[in-house]
Every structure is written in C-alpha cells, then in structure tokens.
C-alpha cells in the first residue's frame, strides 16, 4: 500500500556552518549552505509543477 504524501513541512536550522533537515518518518540530513540553496530552488520548483499538473513526473 502507497503511502500519502506528509502535510508538515521539513523544519531547517543553521548549525555550524551546515544547514540542518528534520523532517517526518525521521528524515534528517546536513547540507551545506551551497545545497541546501540548489536544494530549495528544486523543491520549490517541483512543487509549482505538482500543483500546475498533478500528473506530471519528472526526473
């Protein structure tokens, strides 16, 4: 059985220099200041497309 998609939003810290993710189901990662930047132009990116056209996949 799939599960659904989580409704609460990953929480992120700066800690040391990195960029600290805590999120549901225990995701946890450190990224530093330069992927968490790319990383968030993608998430942000993909979310636009999920909600213009939930039928769409990308890569």
Do not use: F, N
Request: aromatic share 2%; charged share 30%.
């Amino acid at each position: 059985m799939a599960r659904l998609p989580y409704d609460d939003p990953i929480e992120a810290a700066a800690e040391h220099g990195e960029v600290i993710l805590d999120g549901p189901d225990g995701l946890a990662a450190s990224l530093t200041p330069t992927a968490a930047r790319r990383s968030a132009r993608k998430l942000a990116k993909a979310a636009e497309t999920a909600e213009r056209d939930p039928a769409a996949e990308t890569p």
